[in-house]
């Protein structure tokens, strides 16, 4: 048997399949099920074909949150729940949940298991990786019940007992940054009320920053001894929403599609979260579709930022943009290395993050170039849709239900990419070779 052949076999002769495309078919096999269970006519209540079924399964399980219909009045209770599950196991990782139920049942956790978690978790190391999925699990349920405690101050009043049910999945929704909501205009009847711009937002701010930041947080409980993913994540994270809700203020204080008829204190609350919420959150509090299109162009600029490494969102990540900054800084002072916060970050880095840009624009590029062909004379809601579906957000213009079967089919892949790219890019960034032949260095000319 030649060694490269061999090379792709287990020890006993199976077929060694890499942990990326192991992860990839687990998140595919979670699709079809949960499209077949959304198919189901316990599930909706009409008018729910397969197609519709499987783009809402993709939807759901890349925690995007771009739907065909109203989950409220399209879905029956059942098929709800059916998406909250899919919510939650695409947010915090299928593997999570299966390497705690393979524990939770005394079976050990073997090598290939560990693989596919790391790929899962976004992590280049083996050691505590049960440790960081039991972690996810008790900081996304304890964040979890305590949203859907303060939500059920507002839903069940309204609602009355369908308020907690409600109160639990928009909790899970927001955490998971997922954007699913049971209303047809998402939020915006809330767009004033201080519980729903202040818990909301709150959850996905959690779930966006990284399970690793919320634990090292949590356990140092102290700046100084932060690492320095966390303390990069923390600052990028309380720039942006600065910048994005600021910005978004002065862009729309006097559309009269979004923010112009709105009372000054209303125009505060909705410039928060509307600044916030394209941080891969999906959710919204005015008309999306009316925004001007110099805020459209911030709020793509934003879903392709997204949130933190080993977070329930999606995007290049807070700390890829900063790793760019930093190196661009460093290349105008004539520094070879990168400084932040009394830490210095190498050309690996550097290397990394420019791989994952560069692969992420042109997926973005490339769909948005595919989506035009088959969809003319609107180009800028076009891009809005395939930034938002890479990026995981949700945020639509309203032309989602528009797209034909094509068009789905190229944002359902979008998605999946958006959600599981990411993580199979990372497996080869992780992955060191040594080049068997060296060059002679060559020069070129730049800029």
Known sequence: MRPAFRNRLGGNGSLKIPAPALLSLFYMGFIVLGGILLWLPI???????????????????????????????????????????????????????????LGALGIPV????????????NQTSLSNLTYIARMILVIALACEAVGAVLLAIVFV???GWNGLWQAVF?????????????HPD?????????????????????GGLGFIVVGDVYKTRN?????????????????????????????????????????????????????????????????????????????????????????TAGGIKVTTLFVLLLATVAFFRRQTTLHAFGRSLGVD????????????MLL??????????NHDGQFIDLAFEVTSAFGTVGLSRGVTSEFDGTGRAIIMTVMFVGRVGPLAIGFFLATRSVPKVKYPAGQIYLG
């Open 157 to 159: 009043p309204q609602f």
């Open 43 to 101: 599930s909706h209540n009409g008018g729910i074909g397969l197609g519709e079924a499987l783009f809402t399964s993709t939807s759901a399980v890349t925690v995007t949150g771009l739907v065909l219909a109203d989950t409220g009045a399209a879905f029956t209770s059942f098929g709800q729940a059916v998406i909250a599950v899919l919510i939650q196991l695409g947010g915090l990782g299928l593997m999570t949940f299966a390497v705690l139920l």
């Open 223 to 311: 700046w100084r001894k932060l690492t320095l993913h966390s303390k990069l994540m923390l600052v990028g994270t309380a720039i942006l929403i600065v910048w994005g809700g600021v910005m978004f203020g002065l862009l729309e204080w006097r559309n009269p599609e979004t923010l112009g008829a709105l009372s000054v204190p209303e125009k505060l609350w909705a410039s928060w979260f509307q600044g916030v919420t394209p941080r891969t959150a999906g959710f919204n509090t005015i008309n999306t579709g009316g925004m001007h299109e110099s805020t459209t162009m911030l709020t793509m600029t934003l879903m392709l930022v997204g949130g933190g490494s080993t977070s």
């Open 186 to 206: 998402s939020l915006s009847q809330w767009v004033g009320n201080p519980i729903i711009n202040l818990v909301i937002p709150a959850l996905f701010i959690l």
């Open 110 to 121: 073997g090598l290939p298991q560990r693989l596919i978690l790391r790929e899962d978790l």
């Open 349 to 360: 880095e550097v290397m990394k993050v420019l791989a994952l840009t560069t692969t992420s």
């Open 170 to 182: 928009h909790s899970i929704s927001a955490f998971n940054n997922a954007g699913f909501a049971l």
């Open 364 to 373: 973005v590029l490339t769909g948005i170039f595919v989506m035009s062909i």
